[in-house]
């Protein structure tokens, strides 16, 4: 009897008499009466299942170890004979927990792309990890050990780089496919292991050479990859300009996430803004996370990356929260930590410092740093800026503090590092060091040669530094040539340098200038350089006596500023603060707000930064009439009677 009921447990379920009988070792007939006899007692239904789970884990902790398992790689063998599905027969080989049964690595790789294909991620690793540990050929090994890889990067980065060593390994041998080399050359840089990384790229060319090798299809675009990865890295960089000179474009390639990635990557660095942002929407319209290449998260976040520097965070965070919330559902760690990171330097792009800080903290502590490989460069830039930014000096001193490896500074995310931390270090009353931080972002900016702006501002950051030092010859000079840079017409880019040239011009020509950078970067959406360049503006207004611009002008500034979470650029800069009566009265009308509906308070938020009716209609999509009666309401609501007073309650 014991015999039988411990089979049916170990089978679960409403399993046969002949399925119990062979695993039980026991006579069907015998097999039969034991079922019959625990129907009647009220154990089983009558389909033979356990009337309560709690019997059959009884049952089964009941059990010796070893037995306990030897019974479950038994019932592998029998389901796997029977016909059964992979996935069934896995759950005995993972309950076994011991691989050792003849069918085990055909059934186990086999459930784990099954459970992949249902969306169950964690049951497909833990098939791979028990696979891993079977007996087996070594060109299966290593097909195994790739796609354990494969899953491991997307669902524990921090656990992945483990298989780089045994796969470079398995590409020595030539047991690595075309998707598996191109996935392991992602991986090697990801990881900073750029040795061994420059070392497989060149071995590959010397099989393109010798005509012979999966993975030299690819060797063209991996090798431009991996050179725009790591800018300033002197050897991929070489590899590249040989392997472009010397070898034809790539064959059709069966990943179609990898020449994505290539493409936007390059369109990326050289600044074809044109090009570079119409591939990324097309991109992002069809994009979803595939768990079968690694290079599908590497292309959605370059096309992200793309609608960011060409100006358009509102679209980013957007497709960030989508694309967050599909990594959730599929249990990928690395992927959602990747978006949250993107989504905070939209946010930052934004001004709105106190949720980019919040967001890259998310992101850091739901991956592990050494899971983050090169990209803990770009998330901790974010903190160290949103921190410094805010006046939180003491927790951007902590994030500075955390180790960064060597070749973390040479890859690309090393720019956006180096920018943050250099402003961190102006903050901080050390301008040397903060001037060697820009000047060392400038190195990328000339490797890459892009006409237009930098991805990171770093000409108009060194010039800051410069002032710092009381140097406005070096200030001007830097100025002046990253305007020559830009292409015709207002940017944010320009803002900034408008805004910067204004401190090292004549004191009667800074309005002006002050004036036409606020326009532009308001007209970027970037609250927080606008909130400084209002400062600069008030301070301008001041000096060249014109009190009653300046007050105007530094009440906007004061709520701008407290808005985006950066009220210390005020108090730093000793504006006059808000009239503390007129303060109290406001809050007093502050009940008006929740009249307000949504179309009036977004109408009364742009009227607030200071959008004349015509550009609010145009960017609402309505007519200036429409505006200006939605306005008419607002002031009726909150009891107001000027717009510039509107930043009181918004």
Request: aromatic letters at 4%; a neutral charge; one cysteine or more.
């Amino acid at each position: 009897m014991l015999c039988v009921v411990r089979a049916l447990a170990v089978l679960g379920g409403a399993a046969s008499v002949t399925d119990v009988a062979r695993l039980a070792g026991v006579d069907a007939t015998v097999t039969s009466w034991a079922l019959h006899a625990l129907v009647s007692a009220g154990l089983l239904t009558e389909g033979h299942a356990f009337r309560h789970p709690v019997a059959a884990t009884a049952v089964l902790d009941d059990m010796p170890a070893d037995s306990r398992a030897a019974l479950h790689r038994a019932a592998a063998e029998l389901l796997h004979e029977a016909g059964a599905p992979a996935l069934t027969v896995a759950g005995q080989l993972m309950s076994a927990g011991d691989p050792r049964a003849d069918c085990a690595t055909e059934v186990l790789v086999t459930a784990s792309d099954e459970a992949l294909a249902a969306g169950d991620v964690g049951t497909a690793l833990g098939c791979l990890d028990l696979a891993q540990r079977t007996r087996t050929d070594d060109p299966t090994a290593a097909r195994i050990r790739a796609r354990l890889s494969r899953l491991e990067w997307q669902l524990k980065p921090q656990v992945a780089v483990r298989h780089l060593r045994p796969q470079l390994s398995d590409f020595t041998a030539g047991h690595l496919d075309r998707r598996e080399v191109s996935e392991l050359v992602l991986g090697l840089a990801n990881a900073g292991a750029l040795t061994e990384l420059t070392a497989l790229l060149d071995a590959l060319r010397t099989r393109a050479h010798q005509g012979a090798g999966s993975g030299t299809e690819d060797l063209r675009p991996l090798t431009n990859w991996a050179a725009m990865a790591y800018p300033l890295h002197t050897g991929l960089r070489k590899l590249a300009q040989s392997v472009a000179a010397a070898t034809p474009e790539a064959a059709p390639c069966h990943d179609p996430w990898l020449p994505s990635a290539v493409t936007l990557a390059d369109d990326l660095i050289r600044g074809r803004d044109d090009q570079l942002v119409h591939r990324a929407e097309l991109l992002l319209r069809t994009f979803h996370l595939d768990h079968g290449s690694l290079w599908n998260a590497e292309a959605g976040a370059l096309a992200l990356r793309a609608l960011l520097y060409a100006g358009r965070p509102d679209e980013v965070v957007a497709w960030c929260e989508k694309l967050e919330a599909e990594a959730v559902a599929h249990h990928a760690v690395a992927w959602q930590g990747k978006f949250l990171a993107i989504r905070a330097e939209a946010h930052l792009r934004q001004g709105d410092l106190i949720r980019a800080h919040d967001l890259a903290a998310r992101a850091m502590a739901l991956v592990a740093s050494q899971g983050w490989g090169i990209g803990l460069a770009g998330v901790l830039g974010c903190a160290i800026l949103a921190a410094t930014r805010s006046g939180r000096l003491e927790q951007a001193e902590k994030y500075v503090a955390q180790p960064i490896p060597e070749p973390v500074l040479h890859s690309r995310h090393g720019a956006h590092y180096l920018h943050a931390r250099g402003h961190y270090r102006l903050a901080t009353h050390h301008p040397q060091a903060a001037l060697a931080d820009f000047l060392a972002c400038g190195r990328f900016a000339e490797t890459w040669n892009a006409p237009g702006a930098d991805t990171v501002s770093w000409r108009t950051s060194a010039a800051e530094a410069w002032l710092a030092q009381d140097d406005q010859d070096q200030a001007k000079r830097l100025v002046r040539e990253q305007i020559a840079r830009l292409f015709p017409g207002p940017s944010r880019a320009r803002g900034l340098c408008l805004r910067t040239l204004a401190a090292v011009s004549r004191v009667t020509r800074r309005p002006q200038l002050l004036t036409e950078a606020v326009d532009m970067l308001k007209d970027s959406g970037d609250d927080y350089e606008l909130a400084r360049a209002l400062i600069d503006l008030s301070i301008a207004f001041k000096d060249t006596g014109d009190q009653r611009n300046a007050r105007r002008v530094a009440h906007r500034a004061w709520h701008l500023a407290k808005q985006t979470g950066a009220e210390h650029l005020c108090r730093e800069a000793a504006l006059d603060p808000i009239d503390p009566e007129a303060e109290q009265a406001a809050k007093q009308r502050q009940d008006g707000l929740s009249a307000l509906t949504t179309q009036e308070r977004r109408i009364a938020l742009l009227a607030a930064k200071g959008y004349t009716n015509r550009e609010i209609a145009a960017k609402l999509y309505i007519t200036a009439s429409t505006v200006e009666q939605h306005l008419t309401r607002v002031f009726r609501k909150v009891n107001v009677k000027r717009r510039q007073d509107l930043p009181h309650f918004l």
